[in-house]
């Protein structure tokens, strides 16, 4: 079960830079967020009241829900979409994929789980395969006045991202099954998005053309409703740690599907960059530790 959610989080989300791709131009970025987590929470959440799977929650539950919205289905899209006008995309990807450290760091510091060697080695591994993968967009990459403000909302977007899995862990701690946690969370952070575009006073712009409608549609049904979901199954069945290495092997699925959409181009260093990527993603899955022996004695 933990395979399947696994392979079906990372296919998701290894193919909806595509969609977020046909996005850009037209209307707002934080509209198009907005449009995008208010349709998902508004057919998820009727979606579970016509079933009846719909939980109530209390005070807590909201509150964790709200922040979960905040952090997970707002600020954090935000930031990433931000980081790519002013760095490359390759840079933001490798700087997202520390998510798997951040989430090991949290969950310590959140719930005093301790840090898994293996997670760490993994997560590493990770990082020098895509260091690898993108070694030509980041070896391009100029000193500039907009690469530090970059770096920082990339970093800020991933660091709120960690928080949102650690608020989904407490509310599956606490009894709110994923579904029902997503479905108030998104609509928490699309009234929040909300909120701050009629203050910012964006426009509210729509393009009616199909590639738009069809980018929109599928970014918040398969991207956010089914996505999340399996995700954040997976951060409460695996741990935030484990699970967040999706984060790693995603830009990887991208890289692939790039290479019959766009051209891309493999070169020895992003094979061998994908190996590393590989080979941190089956030591995630396996019980064993390159530090058991030496503990152990």
Known sequence: ??????????????????????????????????????????????GLLCLRKLQRLDRRGHLLCAGQGLCLFCLNFLCFYT?????PSGLVSVVFSAATLWNAVNARLWFGTRIAPRVMVAGGLGLCGLL????????????????????????????????GNMLSSLQ???????????????????????????????????????AYVGAL??????????????????????????????????????????????????TPAALAGLALVMAGNVLVFTRWSPFRRRAAA
């Open 217 to 266: 549609l599928y970014l918040a049904v398969f991207g956010s409703i089914v996505g999340f979901t399996a995700y954040l199954t997976l951060v409460g069945r695996m741990g935030p740690a484990r699970a967040a290495y999706c984060t790693v092997l995603f830009p990887v699925v991208a890289l692939s599907v790039s290479a019959f959409a766009e051209g891309y181009r493999w």
């Open 1 to 46: 079960m933990n395979l399947a959610l696994y392979l079906l989080t990372v296919l998701i989300w290894g193919t909806t830079w595509i969609a977020i791709k046909l996005q850009l131009g037209v209307v707002a970025i934080p509209v198009s967020i907005f449009y995008r987590f208010a349709l998902a929470g508004v057919l998820l959440y009727a």
């Open 83 to 87: 980081a790519t006008q002013w760095i």
């Open 132 to 163: 690898l993968l993108f070694w030509p967009e980041l070896a391009g990459q100029q000193a500039s006045r907009e690469t530090l403000p970059g770096l920082g909302f990339a970093l800020l977007g991933t660091f709120c991202f960690s928080t």
């Open 172 to 210: 599956q701690r606490a009894g709110i099954r994923p579904l029902t946690g997503n479905a108030y969370s998104m609509l928490y952070g699309s009234a929040i998005l909300l909120a701050g575009c009629l203050a910012a006073g964006v426009p509210f712009g729509f393009d009616p053309a199909p």
